[in-house]
């Protein structure tokens, strides 16, 4: 069997990596700005915004997550003030998750910084390079998805 350095020699810990150190740097500037988030809770965050109040299997589905994750999430957008949690109007066995307006102004925040940090992290690549970097990883993406 052929040794093999699992961190420099496979591309899954690569990208286990490089997420982490994403997560870390957007973690601290986040926090340093103000906004009490973490890199995993933005989804969440941002699909509010985008699409208003949704149920937790709403925002599950549309995040292809599980429902526990999600509920562990709201709770603590909840505790931070980004989130409410409401009765649905029609159906009361249902909970309408919303944005607080303090939540708002913190999603307002991301959307705009968003693209700048995109820009800042990945600023060493050509656009050229961004693009093949895309589609490679929207390749894996559709494989892994597809594959048992």
């Not at 965050?45 to 299997?57: A, C, D, H, K, S």
């Not at 989130?83 to 959307?111: H, M, S, Y």
């Not at 990883?137 to 494989?143: A, P, R, S, T």
């Amino acid at each position: 069997m052929e040794k093999c350095n699992i961190n420099t020699d496979l591309l899954l810990f690569k990208i286990f990596h490089i997420h982490k150190i994403i997560c870390n740097k957007a973690n601290k500037f986040f926090s340093k700005e103000g906004i009490v988030i973490q890199v995993e809770q933005i989804p969440v965050l941002m699909t509010l915004f985008y699409n208003g109040p949704q149920t937790q299997q709403g925002i599950a589905n549309e995040l292809l997550r599980d429902k526990s994750s999600v509920l562990r999430t709201v709770a603590s957008l909840v505790t931070v003030g980004y989130l409410v949690v409401t009765p649905d109007g029609t159906d009361k066995r249902k909970k309408l998750i919303n944005l607080t307006v303090k939540g708002e102004q913190a999603a307002q925040w991301i959307n705009k910084e968003m693209v700048q940090t995109d820009d800042k992290m990945f600023s060493n690549l050509s656009v050229a390079e961004k693009l093949i970097m895309t589609e490679l990883l929207d390749k894996c993406v559709n494989h892994i998805s597809t594959t048992e």
